[in-house]
């Protein structure tokens, strides 16, 4: 995309690195300015695998996603969804259930944009330009009340977006304000970059320095959110191993622990 691009009246800042274009970067994507490429440049200095890390997480999005309709569930609120990309919630979800609904809650203006543009032509599926930190005004939302039945199973998603809350956000009470309004089958679904490595703290300064957010969890803190829910096999893990559908190596580099994920089971 090319930064001279009038962005002007559209809420778009790049001037600042964006999380959602950062991410754009890293998946191979056009949506990015000069400005987000140079803090991924930055990043790649302490982790040279970011790359692989982005597709680690899409593709445990898939995995994940895939997993819970084969559970039965139908109804998906995806908070932090991105940019639209490949496999995207809407599309794993209602390849395996057309009849399935996808709400994607994102606040980055540029998310919105292209996601309006994509979803035109799906009435099962809306986005809400909304900030995921408050439960009650996503929840109210009207393309929420339309396309979510809360007397129904929901698959509730924070894909990769966790760590971008700081601890005085209280991210476990907003997990938990979500969790608390969804019924009993319903499933809690996070990725989270891991302090699980030397690097990984390395690349925790650079996030906070360089784009605002970025916080790298301990297993600990991360298993936390899944507090009063049954974490499901395998667990709290990094990201290749959660479930893998083809080969995994037998030992981990540091890209692939960069991110740790797993779902949980609201009884
Ligand atoms: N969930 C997707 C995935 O895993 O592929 C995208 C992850 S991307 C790294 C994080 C997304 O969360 C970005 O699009 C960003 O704009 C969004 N985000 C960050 N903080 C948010 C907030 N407070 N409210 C809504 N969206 C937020």
């Not at 995309?1 to 559209?10: A, L, P």
């Not at 819970?68 to 109804?75: F, K, R, S, W």
């Not at 995921?132 to 039945?149: N, Y």
């Not at 990984?200 to 009063?228: C, N, Q």
């Amino acid at each position: 995309m090319t930064d001279k691009r009038d962005e002007r009246n559209s809420g778009i800042d790049t001037t600042r690195p964006s999380i959602a274009r950062a991410y754009d970067v890293v998946l191979n994507g056009k949506d990015n300015f000069e400005v987000d490429r140079a803090f991924v440049a930055e990043i790649v200095k302490v982790v040279p695998e970011i790359y692989d890390v982005a597709t680690y997480n899409r593709e445990i999005l898939g995995r994940g996603v895939r997993f819970l309709a084969e559970q039965g569930v139908t109804q998906f609120i995806d908070l932090g969804s991105g940019l639209p990309t490949v496999e995207n919630t809407h599309q794993v979800a209602q390849g395996a259930n057309p009849e399935s609904r996808v709400v994607y809650v994102d606040n980055d203006p540029m998310v919105l944009a292209h996601g309006r543009a994509l979803l035109a032509a799906n009435d099962r599926t809306a986005v809400v330009p909304s900030d995921l930190r408050d439960p009650a005004a996503i929840l109210a939302d009207p393309a929420v009340k339309r396309l979510i039945d809360l007397d129904r199973p929901v698959g509730v998603m924070l894909v990769g977006v966790l760590h971008h809350l700081h601890d005085d956000d209280d991210p476990r009470g907003i997990v938990e304000a979500y969790m608390a309004a969804v019924p009993s089958g319903s499933y809690l679904f996070i990725t989270h970059f891991c302090a699980s490595t030397q690097e990984s703290r390395d690349a925790e300064e650079k996030y906070l320095a360089l784009l605002g957010t970025g916080r790298f969890r301990t297993p600990e803190e991360i298993t936390a959110f899944f507090d009063g829910f049954e974490l499901l096999e395998p667990g709290l893990v990094p990201l290749p191993l959660w479930r893998p559908e083809g080969p995994v190596p037998s030992k981990l580099t540091v890209g692939q622990q960069l991110m740790y994920g797993g779902i949980a089971y609201k009884h």
